[in-house]
């Protein structure tokens, strides 16, 4: 780990430009190079499963166009987002709200050691050592914001850090993107609220590259290993148009935050041991999820 | 003088014979029990002398010695009043010593000389029928219990002067043998039906497989949604006891002194439901003396635990044992016995702290929390529930909208007796009688699966990093779908059903 100065060669040209930036910063591994594009994709800790698998979809999606992803590695949103952006290859930045020797939260773990070793930057204003306490966050949320030249926030509640995040970007002139979500969905309030204000409408991570002025190749669209991203067009027949027509009556009952098969049965109608079974099949295929809690989702 | 009473001590759930001797001769005059006894039977002197006082019988002024044989096992509570009492009696020649030969005696005295119940009376008949004895002497109380054990006389008692007349007369005359009266079968227990919950399929289909193959289960919901409804209608589905089923029932439940007077015999499975905040030696069994916990309460019927998080983890642990082996050995101070406890385990829990998740609206618990809460369970216990299944709160609509066609009890239980059937045939001469009892090395041979379900099993087991174990409840719980389904092959769709009970 490195303290590095404000006046540093080394030390990111981009904070300089706003007030109320610190004095140095605490660094482990590098920041975004000056010509990099960088993307901060922050949310809800306590997201949807949908609101996680769209984190990793525009996470991997931009990292595989070299747009490097800063967010602050909290469990939710954030990590799902620089996890995908890890799976593609690319760099992620994480701005914490304690030392940069600490790993906050502890389930971030996997990804703070993929980072320290040479996969992008651990930041932090605050001693080595320095505790994780509550009013760090909203204030790292700044430097997150000024790291970034365009900023999209996933799943927000109507009050919640992200929008903090959101607020900092628009005072330093940079874009803001929100995913759009259900109007009774609470966990999509805040980035309704933001698209009612004026934020850039993220329906595919096409916008926010254009945005970053980098130009789609149509043979990123096939990249995608976990089928997180966008499916790659006729890898298999379409669940939906299933012959079977339970099956496709189930996949279609799919909820994207996540039903459970007592549900599907309940809805459709079909007997129980056939829910059970298909889902499971599903599942296994890759046409379902299922989020550890017996929620079946569709894999995004 | 000199005179012998047969009774019989409780170790475990088995009556072991104890015999009291009386003896009377001249000296100082004092009553003197010894015997390893407990302080309850110490105090039987000052009850057995008020009562034989209360009686009419004037004691002689003579040093009376009791001793309860063999002296290495622990005798313990008010079982041996009577059986000193009548020992005495012999002993100053109050009654002839050979009409109590053959004849085993319990019961408790009051002051006032009549006689009151005693736990424990069922096994000690079936131990004096063991032992080749005429008759068993009991109190009135118990008298219909005692008399579940067919070919052995049995007398109730009401007070010492029936024991005096008995033992003048040979019998009592306001007591006559009912016969097979007591033994009838009783009419149909008014069960909970599991038509009155609504909707819930899902819930109802593991239900069903639980009882059919007698698998543990693990029901998940918000609060309100039918969780304790469901647990508490699963007795009900599950096949009918054998008379040698409900005579094992019956033998503890006499040991834990729950047996109703008026239907002694149980007919129906048990169904326990202890509080969360149970203690291990509550819920496994234990005490200086052993004594049938919980689980073994619950034998052949259902253990329901409510707010399984809620649970100590060490409780929680200590069921993880007798889950497989379906006993337990309990070792104490004063002993070691082994009780049975092969129950179906029903647990229900809330998806998330506050209960309410996936609903974000009301519900604002982070991963980590609903993961610290999961946490609580261990995954080596997890991992001994072959069932699970989540379930979401019933709306006001369906609450209050018109009733569809539920299933009920008796169609379901219809369908598990079925089953029930086949693995009678099935395990014909193994010892076992349900595929959740099925060992790892039988597993080829009673779980054939067909290509496709290997391979899908297979590939579930690579895909849900599944162990050893979780692998095999698999198999065990498809064999079950498969029975339910008349199939003698496993076949996909029986595994895929049973891997979706595992997630």
């Known amino acids: 780990m490195r303290y590095v100065r404000r006046g540093d060669p080394d030390f990111p040209e981009r904070l300089t430009r706003y007030p109320a930036m610190p004095a140095g910063l605490y660094l482990i591994g590098r920041f975004p190079e000056p010509e990099e594009r960088v993307a901060a994709i922050v949310g809800s800790r306590n997201c949807t499963p949908y609101g996680r698998s769209q984190a990793r979809r525009f996470g991997f999606a931009l990292a595989v166009r070299g747009v490097g992803i800063v967010s602050g590695m909290a469990s939710g949103v954030d990590c799902a987002a620089q996890e995908g952006a890890l799976e593609a290859g690319g760099r992620t930045y994480a701005v914490l709200g304690c030392g940069a020797d600490i790993c906050y939260p502890a389930s971030s773990r996997r990804l703070y050691d993929r980072i320290c070793s040479g996969s992008g930057g651990i930041i932090s204003e605050y001693e080595p050592g320095a505790k994780p306490l509550a009013w760090h966050f909203p204030v790292r949320n700044r430097i997150i914001s000024a790291l970034a030249d365009v900023v999209l926030v996933i799943e927000a509640r109507e009050k919640s850090g992200s929008l903090i995040t959101a607020g900092y970007a628009l005072d330093q002139g940079k874009s803001v993107y929100a995913l759009p979500g259900r109007s009774t969905d609470p966990m999509s309030r805040g980035c309704n609220a933001l698209i009612a204000d004026g934020a850039g409408i993220a329906l595919d991570p096409e916008q926010v590259l254009m945005e970053l002025g980098v130009e789609m190749r149509s043979a990123d669209q096939g990249e995608d290993p976990d089928g997180w991203g966008i499916r790659p067009a006729g890898k ?55 989020d550890g809690n017996g929620f079946f989702s569709k894999p995004v | 003088m000199y005179c012998r009473v047969f009774s019989a001590a409780i170790v475990g759930i088995e009556a072991e014979k104890v015999t009291v001797e009386a003896d009377a001769s001249a000296g100082m005059p004092v009553f003197e029990v010894v015997g390893h006894i407990t302080s309850q039977v110490r105090e039987a002197q000052a009850r057995v002398r008020t009562a034989l006082r209360s009686a009419g019988i004037v004691m002689p002024p003579l040093r009376i010695t009791v001793n309860l044989s063999p002296g290495d096992i622990r005798k313990e509570g008010t079982r041996f009043d009577v059986p000193i009492a009548a020992a005495v009696l012999g002993a100053i020649g109050r009654i002839e010593a050979g009409r109590l030969s053959g004849v085993m005696v319990f019961g408790e005295l009051h002051l006032d000389g009549t006689v009151g119940k005693v736990p424990g009376v069922l096994p000690g008949v079936l131990s004096a029928r063991a032992m080749g004895m005429r008759a068993c002497i009991v109190p009135a109380e118990n008298l ?16 010492l002067g029936d024991l005096l007349t008995f033992c003048e007369n040979g019998y009592i005359p306001e007591f006559p043998d009912k016969g097979d009266e007591a033994a009838a079968p009783s009419p149909e227990r008014d069960e909970p039906d599991f038509s009155d919950i609504r909707g819930q399929p899902v819930m109802k289909r593991c239900a069903l497989i639980a009882a059919a193959g007698f698998h543990n289960l693990l029901i998940t919901g918000p609060p309100g949604a039918g969780k304790s409804m469901a647990a508490r209608r699963l007795p009900g589905i599950l096949p009918a006891l054998s008379d040698d089923e409900c005579l094992e029932i019956s033998k503890i439940y006499s040991i834990a ?10 007919r129906h499975r048990p169904f326990r439901a202890p509080h969360h905040s149970l203690t291990p030696a509550a819920l496994c069994g234990g005490g200086k003396y052993p004594g049938p916990g919980e689980i073994t309460l619950a034998h052949r019927g259902v253990l329901f635990l409510d707010e399984l998080p809620e649970m100590k983890r060490n409780v929680l642990e200590m069921l993880r044992q007798p889950l497989e082996d379906h006993y337990i050995r309990i070792s104490r101070l004063c002993g070691s016995c082994i009780f049975p406890a092969s129950f179906l385990l029903v647990a229900a829990m809330n998806p998330c702290p506050c209960g309410y998740y996936p609903d974000r609206e009301r519900c604002s618990c982070t991963d980590e929390e609903i993961r610290v809460y999961k946490s609580r369970i261990s995954h080596a216990f997890m991992d001994r529930i072959d069932l699970q299944c989540a379930i979401r709160a019933v709306s006001f609509e369906e609450l209050t909208g018109e009733r569809r066609d539920e299933i009920t009890s008796e169609e379901m239980r219809r369908r598990v007796e079925c089953a029930a059937k086949i693995q009678m045939e099935r395990f014909r001469g193994t010892g076992i009688c349900f595929n ?5 090395s039988d597993m080829e041979r009673f779980c054939p699966l067909t290509p496709e379900s290997g391979r899908m099993l297979r590939s579930a087991f690579d895909r849900m990093a599944m162990s050893a174990r979780g692998c095999h409840n698999v198999l065990r719980v498809a064999r079950t779908i498969a029975d339910l389904d008349g199939s003698d092959m496993i076949r996909e769709e029986h595994i895929s059903e049973a891997l979706c009970y595992r997630i």
């Open chain 2, 144 to 159: 219909n219990e005692a008399r579940i054990v067919r070919g052995i006389t049995v007398i109730g008692i009401r007070e």
């Open chain 2, 436 to 440: 959740s009892e099925i060992s790892a």
């Open chain 2, 257 to 266: 002194g729950l047996l109703s007077g008026d239907e002694p015999l149980m």
């Open chain 1, 236 to 290: 298999a027949k379409d669940p939906e148009n299933d012959p079977d027509p339970e099956r496709a009556e189930i996949y279609r009952l799919l909820d994207p935050c996540g039903i459970t098969a007592e549900e599907i049965a309940e809805r459709s109608g079909i007997a129980p041991e056939r829910v059970s079974s298909i889902l499971i099949r599903m599942v296994l295929e890759g046409y379902a999820a299922e």
